[in-house]
């Protein structure tokens, strides 16, 4: 049986971002012949059309209001609420980001809909909608049957392929007006200021090279940025890292950080504590390099090295130089 499906795009400096678009394959899985329809906020939301279209839109709900630019809760919970009632929806999709963890529930308890959380896998079986999502820090996986009535669902990033862009496809647009009463909006974002390191973003990054104690300071974190740097990927760091002010926090990835599962996840000084190993350990290939043979990041690791990162970090630099110069 088809299902009509809405997904929230969610955009970054007038980009869409990946999971938007995982979000799009997800949602016509789901809709199995029903449509897709994907919600856009905000003033820069015209120039995102083509690309959701091309990527699985059926349609798009543009509400161009420039107060949607950045990201409030009161704003968007308002918006995204007259969105779904419009369109109703059966299913529901949106990121495990900042924006769909925040928005997410809070529409969910006011509607009285189901909600499934940090999904890694939708898919139908036997007519219903299955959802499978981690637990207990990633250490199993339950999966979860919506037999009827409408449910939200926020993906994880990194999890879901996007579906290959078909160009011959074009969306069915339509501007939706959103008025807010000037009492309502309670946050008011006047200014954007990211610690992050600019480049790749760490939570749909496909290759992370993240930094323990073992780094010993914040010029120990220069051999990993430069790696990154050679593999297009991000930088990241265990708690034990942000604590000691080697790094900013926004890098922190575990059970009290990001959550992330890029294809290839380099542990440089990093020992594995289960809290670390909560935000990584569903990595595809994840390598650690650590002094200590003991070191517990050994035993979810798919490949080990045994050596000081300061001397291991920069080999491999050079020897990814080496192979992506002869790939060209």
Known sequence: MSKNVLVLADIRDGELRNVTL?????????????????????????????????????????????????YTTDAYFQTFKQVIEKVSPEVILTGHTAVGRDVSPRIAARLGLGLVSDCTEVERKEGKIVFTRPIYAGKAFVKKAVREGT??????????????????????????????????????????????????????????????????????FQPLEELAGVLGGAV???????????????????????V???????????????????????????????????ANIFNVADYGIVGDLFEVVPMLTEEFKKVLVENK
Do not use: W
């Not at 949602?27 to 029903?34: E, S, W, Y």
């Not at 161009?64 to 630019?69: C, E, F, T, V």
């Not at 990241?236 to 990001?258: P, V």
């Not at 909560?278 to 003991?294: H, L, Q, R, T, Y």
């Open 151 to 220: 449910v939200f669902a926020t993906l994880r990033p990194n999890n879901i392929p996007a579906l290959e862009a078909d160009t011959s496809r074009s969306a069915v647009v339509e501007e939706l007006e959103v008025e807010f009463a000037e009492d309502s909006i309670r946050t008011l974002v006047k200014e954007v200021v990211r610690k992050a390191s600019e480049g790749v973003d760490l939570s749909e990054a496909r290759v992370v090279v993240s930094g323990g104690r073992g780094v010993k300071s914040a010029e120990g």
């Open 236 to 258: 990241g760091a265990s708690r034990g890292a942000c604590d000691a002010d080697y790094c900013d926090y926004s890098l922190q990835i575990g059970q009290t950080g990001k």
């Open 260 to 294: 992330v599962t890029p294809d290839l996840y380099i542990a440089c000084g990093i020992s594995g504590a289960i809290q670390h190993l909560a935000g990584m350990s569903n990595s595809k290939v994840i390598v650690a390099i650590n002094k200590d043979p003991e």
């Open 22 to 70: 995982e979000s799009l394959a997800a949602a016509t899985r789901v809709a199995d012949g029903g449509a897709v329809t994907a919600a856009v906020f905000g003033s820069k939301g015209k120039e995102t059309v083509e690309k959701l279209s091309h990527h699985g839109a059926d349609k798009v709900v543009l509400v161009p209001n420039p107060k949607l630019d950045q």
